[in-house]
């Protein structure tokens, strides 16, 4: 017979194993798609957008996002991707 605080530790312990199945499922069971083969090939490809350019530009200290209390990096990191803050 299972104890009532086996019982309590039974439940997370089932949720944490199905949720974990369901995320690993899809990721092992998924192959290659289309762009992951020439002439797409996104996976050997390398990145040049904005978003890699900011990436690099913060690694070398050249630029550098404000913080605010309300909406954080938000702001700053719209603005430098060029992005409307009304969108």
């Known amino acids: 017979m299972i104890s009532n605080s086996n019982r ?3 439940l997370p312990l089932f949720l944490t194993l199905v949720i974990g199945y369901f995320y690993a499922v ?3 069971g998924q192959g290659l798609f ?3 083969r ?5 996976h050997n490809q390398p990145a040049d957008n904005l978003i890699t350019a900011l990436q690099a530009q913060l690694d070398r200290n050249t630029v550098h996002l404000d913080f605010s209390r309300a909406q954080g990096y ?4 719209l603005e430098q991707l060029q992005i409307s803050s009304t969108t």
Do not use: A, R, T, V
Request: charged share 20%; net charge negative.
């Open 38 to 42: 020439k002439p797409i090939d996104y």
């Open 8 to 10: 309590n530790l039974s």
């Open 34 to 36: 289309d762009f992951e």
């Open 26 to 28: 899809p990721c092992c």
């Open 74 to 77: 938000l702001p700053s990191l």
